[in-house]
């Protein structure tokens, strides 16, 4: 029973991670923007950070919907819905979230490291340009930044995903 609340408590602790790492994640695409010559650039200018934005959201809605339940699994060591509902909503949740922050983390980071390419290669090719360049790079790196962070969530996602797959087959807790 030991290692068994060990995993209970576990799943509470990775869910509170995927959460905060998904809402840090969140809070830095939407406050990514930059001002040049009057002109604003936001982070929704850029549709791949647009869906970064969507995964990270996604992360937030679904562990704040899994969050209570898993507090209430580990301090009461049962289940607050008796019956198969909540392991399979745990199996299948857990691995649909997991492969929208997956593909976040991939749309983030590709999009991000592509534009700092593209304009490292125009600003060669263009005087005077430097102020651009610098405040550019700052934003994507910020996009890169935010897209470590969710990776973290993945990450945690995807432990979450190992442990509801054991109690979903019967060999779980």
Not at 38 to 50: C, L, P
Request: hydrophobic share 50%; net charge positive.
């Amino acid at each position: 029973m030991a290692t068994s609340n060990i995993i209970i408590n576990s799943i509470a602790i990775l869910r509170i991670l995927t959460l905060a790492s998904c809402a840090a994640a969140l809070a830095l695409i939407v406050t990514n923007n930059f001002k040049l010559d009057g002109d604003k650039t936001k982070f929704s200018d850029i549709k791949g950070f647009r869906y970064v934005l969507a995964a990270a959201a996604g992360g937030v809605l679904y562990s704040l919907i899994q969050l209570p339940f898993a507090l209430y699994y580990a301090v009461k060591e049962k289940r607050l819905i008796k019956g198969d509902f909540l392991p399979m909503f745990d199996f299948y949740g857990d691995k649909v979230i997991a492969f929208l922050l997956a593909s976040g983390v991939g749309v983030g980071f590709g999009v991000s490291i592509e534009l700092k390419i593209l304009i490292d290669q125009l600003v060669d090719s263009f005087d005077g340009v430097e102020e651009f360049q610098d405040k550019s790079q700052k934003f994507l790196d910020r996009g890169i930044i935010a897209s470590g962070i969710l990776l973290v969530g993945f990450t945690t996602m995807a432990i979450l995903t190992i442990f509801t797959s054991a109690n979903r087959n019967g060999r779980g807790f």
